[in-house]
């Protein structure tokens, strides 16, 4: 990790605690266990509060086309540096819950959606709203990827429950400041759509 990300990261969580969650970037163990599951047919890619761009740089390494990245950042610092390690890629200066009614994309088309959120210390209504836009744009069989610290899943129950979502946890990294765990949020497969050949 450049030590001006570890800077940059350091400073404007001194600005914004409750908004950064961190005091530094998520290191690259995290990054390679957020992305493990993303490779390069999965199509668009929707990356919400990238930050210095740690998970944007493992997507590209699992052969992530850099133009099928969109990146959601709502500090203006970082979406200028984003713009400029990241020219190809769409880069939207905008607070997530945005994306409730401001849809970035055609129809249901992302492969995927990788979270740096700090969903922890975000209020379950606005956690929800963000979730509703994020899902509005996934694809069917599609899933968010979240990291959080300790074990705890980062989403309220109920929040879960009235988008008929569900979250798994895949694995967890001790190689990260502090420890962080990750979990896979889909939607939940009715009885309607649920077919046990492709179980």
């Not at 963000?130 to 968010?144: C, H, Y």
Request: proline letters at 9%; glycine letters at 8%; hydrophobic letters at 45%.
């Amino acid at each position: 990790m450049p030590a001006s990300d570890a800077l940059s990261f350091l400073m404007a969580w001194t600005l914004a605690p409750f908004r950064m969650g961190s005091v530094t970037p998520s290191s690259p163990s995290l990054a390679a266990l957020m992305t493990r599951e993303i490779g390069p047919d999965i199509g668009p890619v929707l990356e919400l509060g990238p930050g210095t761009g740690p998970f944007t740089r493992a997507l590209l390494q699992r052969g992530v086309r850099e133009s099928d990245l969109t990146l959601v950042e709502s500090d203006p610092d970082f979406a200028s540096l984003l713009n400029r390690r990241f020219p190809a890629a769409r880069i939207i200066e905008m607070d997530a819950v945005g994306l409730r009614h401001l849809p970035l994309f055609d129809g249901p088309v992302v492969g995927a959606v990788v979270s740096g959120l700090p969903f922890r210390l975000i209020s379950p209504r606005k956690s929800s709203a963000i979730l509703e836009g994020v899902f509005a744009s996934l694809r069917p069989g599609a899933a968010l990827y979240q990291f959080t610290f300790g074990r705890r899943c980062p989403f309220d129950q109920s929040v879960l429950e009235r988008l008929d979502l569900e979250a798994v946890r895949i694995g967890g990294t001790f190689r990260n400041f502090p420890p962080a765990t990750v979990y896979r949020v889909s939607r939940i497969k009715s009885l309607s759509t649920y077919d046990w050949r492709f179980a």
